[in-house]
Every structure is written in C-alpha cells, then in structure tokens.
C-alpha cells in the first residue's frame, strides 16, 4: 500500500473508550464520484494576492508537502496595473495579473490544477461603467452587469488572461465566468441572471481559445449559495451544455446536503465535474477556531463529497481561521506568520488521502444525510486501498462496527482530536476479514485506510464497454485504458470476459 500519511504529526492522548454507543456502517461497491482535489484561493485580507511570498503554496501544496493540496483558484482582475507592459499580453490595457504568478508557478510545478474566476470584467464592458459591483452611495447604487454589447468581447477577454499566464510559463488549467453573479456588491462584481450566463455561453463561449491554450476548461459562474438555476439552465441546453465542463458554486447560506446535491444530480448525468469554490466555515472570526468548528469544517468537507463534489476549494489560504498564520498577535500565539494552523492539518485527512479516490456507497444508522450530524462517514476507494472518513463532534465516544465490500488484510489510522493531530496508529488485523469493530473517541476526526486482500473472492467481475481485442487489457474503474495497471483495475480477456484484480 502506498504510504500517504502526513508525516508532520503530534503525539496523542492515550484513546481510552467507556461505555461507547455502538453504530453500524455498511461500505457498498457501489461508485460515484472520482475526485479531483482540494484547495484554497491565492490570497488574504482584502483578497491580497501574495505577489512575491510563495511561503503558504510552499507549506500546503504538492504531494510531499504536510498537507498535500491541488488546486489553486486565483482572481483574473478587470484592474488595470502599470507596472504590466502591453507587451505581456498582447493588449493595449494591461490588467494587473502579476500578484498570482509565482504562486501558479509553484503549484503547477507541483503537479497542480490552477484556475481563474474574474470578480468583474472590465469596467468598460458594463452597465455602471465600473469593475465595482455598484452597490454603495459612493457609486450611485448602480447595479454593474456586462452589457449585451460587450458579450462578445468578454472571452476574447478571458484569452488575454490565458495568455499573460502562458507567457510566463503557466498553463492555466480552467476559467471561471463569475464569481457570485447573484450577489450584489460594493467591491469587484458583476451581475448575471441564469437566462444571461446562457446567453453568454451558448452564443459566444466558442470564442474561448481551447486551440491556443490546449487543456483550458471552462468553469460555469459560481453562484453565492450553489444555486442550481444557474448550471441547470446551462447543462439542459445542448449548446451550452457542450461548453461547460465544470459547474461551481459556494456554500453561503446553503449546506451541502441542499442545492450543491441538487445541482451536482444533473451535473452527474452529463458527465461534469462539480467545483465547490469558495466558501469558509462560520467561525467567529475575531478569534482562533475552537476545536469543536474544526470538526465542522470536516463535516462540511465530508458532505460535500456525499453531495457528489469533485473539487473543493476553501477561501483564504492564510488567514488566522484558515490553513497558514497572519502573525497578527490580537489572535494568539498559534497565529504565527506563515505556520500551518490546525484547519490546514483537518483539511489534509482528505486533500492527502481522498484526491484521486472514487467515492463508494454507504448506508448506516444517520450515517449519510448530514447536514452537521453529531457523527458522518463517507468512504472511497484508491488503488488497492479502502479510505473510510468518520467524524465524531459530540462529547461521547462510539464504537463502529464497520463493514467494507471486500476482504482486507492490513490497515492505518489516522486520528485528529483537540490535544493532537494526525496521529498515526496501526489498526489490528489478524487474518484477511470485512468486518472490524473500530472504537471513535469523543470529538474526534479518523481517517481509516485498509488494504485489500489481493485473494479476496470479493473482488468480482464487473460489466465493461469499449474495451479493445487485446489479448489482454486493463481498464480503471471508470473505463480507461491503463497501459501500465496498478492497484485495483478491470482485466479484460479476449474471449469476452472480464475481472476486478488487483495489480501490483
């Protein structure tokens, strides 16, 4: 079994159980979602990009790194900055792009996904001739939207962006239409009602330059509550629908289990990844998060992925609530500049275990509608390995009694609670079993990860389509084609049939 348990962990408390309630969890093999990853915005207060400061990305991102993140979200801003030449981009009115660069450069060195979300187009493209949203005295009360005129010029616009990026030596992997089209504002914004992003996409997204900048996906507007109405509308479009590959949204207002599952149905059917954006947990931020809103945010996290999200990424990468320090001393001595805070070390029991899994089914007593239940699971398969997520946020310990899909012989716990995180901890298995009864102390988040028995009757044979005449081939469990197979995969034979196996 690859090892992909954080080094950097703390010791812990002894996990003494008494009197624990006893759950069952059932683990199907039943697939859903592949998930791509997990990230944070290149940014702090006042959505400061860091310029020059690589520290954060260096801290948080890449396989190596302690909590092992993937995608990075970055503004692409309708202000223009001097210290830009028209050179850089090819355009006669510069934007101020720079501040995001040599993070993108360091997450992409690192094997990252980098994408754009523009807070506004241009000033000049808009109703209230201004990149602000238009939602103060100082600026008339002006609702800011792009103007009809001005459709055709906005992903000509977003070319530009991709190709100041390209430029210096980043590949921009996704585009974004909007951030929060439905939220009306003081600062950047710009308003789009679900009829208007259609408009949009279905009668000029093919401007988008996808030859040029080969890759480049197009993200739908990403409303402030996940509001289904804004993708459904695009995915029940043919046209539209061919253009978008992502649908995206935030979690304002709205949890996971809500619109976020009702737009990722649809998403589903025609084969989109569904983003979540942005969004931050509401702790009271005029302090550092207490233990108990950590494990919120790891409900948040797990629902997600229940709701069928296949990328999260968080709102300020540093910030005293967030996964690196401010040094700013009002918030405590944790705060320190540019040290990981514990939400970064939460976030990684699945940034580091959950990226490239499958999310498999599960059934149990309360286990799987969320919504901050006083505990939640949700399980995945990776490889030859089984991850099984639990979250205990009450003051009581239970006992699991878990059942998986197939037989495992070995497995590691990852363990995080309020006096020490991401504690590594052997889970005992004498013979290759399904059933293991695990002890969940109080407040607690785990992260189990079993390995599979490679002669485990259990593996069956599956249903295939697409497969070649080669006298023997293998496939991942979404269909590929693998030409160098490894952990758990699809064998085809040339007489027709097919098996799971495991690979070395």
């Not at 223009?80 to 501040?99: C, E, L, Q, R, S």
């Not at 599960?362 to 990776?382: L, R, T």
Request: glycine share 8%; hydrophobic share 35%; net charge neutral.
């Amino acid at each position: 079994m690859k090892k992909i348990i954080t080094t950097a962990c703390l010791a812990l408390a002894s996990l003494a159980v008494a009197d624990a309630a006893t759950i069952s969890v059932t683990i199907s093999a039943k697939q859903h979602q592949t998930i791509t990853g997990f990230g944070a915005a290149c940014c702090d207060g006042a959505m400061c990009p860091f310029g020059s400061d690589t520290k954060p990305v260096q801290l948080l991102y890449g396989p190596t790194s302690a909590i092992g993140l993937n995608i990075m979200r970055m503004e692409i801003s309708p202000n223009f900055k001097g210290d830009i030449t028209a050179a850089d981009v090819g355009w006669d009115t510069p934007y101020d792009w720079k501040g995001s660069l040599p993070s993108a450069k360091l997450v992409k060195q690192r094997g990252g996904i980098v994408f754009g979300t523009p807070w506004s187009p241009p000033g000049e493209y808009k109703t209230n001739g201004t990149a602000q949203g238009g939602n103060s005295d100082s600026q008339g009360n002006k609702r800011g939207a792009l103007r009809e005129d001005c459709y055709e010029k906005f992903f000509p616009w977003l070319n530009t962006f991709l190709k100041y990026m390209k430029t210096n030596k980043v590949n921009v992997d996704a585009v974004s239409i909007q951030n929060e089209p439905d939220w009306w504002v003081s600062y950047s914004g710009c308003l789009y009602t679900p009829e208007q992003q259609l408009t949009l996409v279905k009668n000029y997204a093919h401007l988008l330059d996808r030859e040029t900048y080969q890759g480049v996906r197009l993200i739908s507007a990403e409303p402030l509550g996940f509001d289904p109405k804004y993708s459904n509308m695009l995915l029940n479009d043919e046209t539209a629908r061919d253009q978008i590959d992502i649908i995206a949204g935030h979690l304002y207002g709205h949890p996971p289990m809500g619109n976020m599952k009702t737009a990722a149905t649809l998403a589903t059917k025609y084969g989109k990844e569904v983003w979540m954006t942005e969004h931050s947990v509401t702790d009271n931020i005029e302090r550092l998060p207490n233990w108990h809103e950590q494990l919120i945010f790891a409900e948040e996290l797990n629902e997600c992925m229940l709701a069928g999200c296949t990328g999260y990424i968080y709102w300020y990468m540093r910030a005293h609530w967030a996964f690196v320090g401010t040094g700013e001393t009002k918030y405590g001595t944790a705060n320190k500049k540019n040290t990981l805070l514990p939400r970064a070390y939460v976030m990684s029991h699945f940034s580091k275990n959950v990226t490239g899994s499958t999310r498999l089914g599960i059934s149990g007593s309360g286990v799987v509608n969320g919504n901050n239940g006083p505990w939640e699971a949700s399980a995945y398969i990776k490889g030859d390995s089984i991850i099984v997520m639990a979250i205990d946020t009450t003051k009581n310990a239970y006992t699991m009694k878990l059942t998986l899909p197939y037989e495992v012989k070995s497995g590691v716990r990852l363990i995080s609670t309020a006096e020490a995180l991401c504690q590594e901890q052997p889970v005992d298995i004498e013979s290759p079993v399904k059933q293991l009864t695990l002890e969940l102390p109080a407040r607690s988040l785990n992260t189990f990860i079993f390995m599979i028995d490679k002669g485990s009757a259990a593996i069956e044979d599956c249903t295939y389509q697409d497969f070649d005449n080669s006298p023997k081939s293998y496939y991942n469990l979404q269909g590929r084609r693998l030409d160098n197979p490894r952990g758990l995969v699809i064998e085809r034979s040339a007489d027709g049939t097919s098996r799971k196996v495991l690979m070395p």
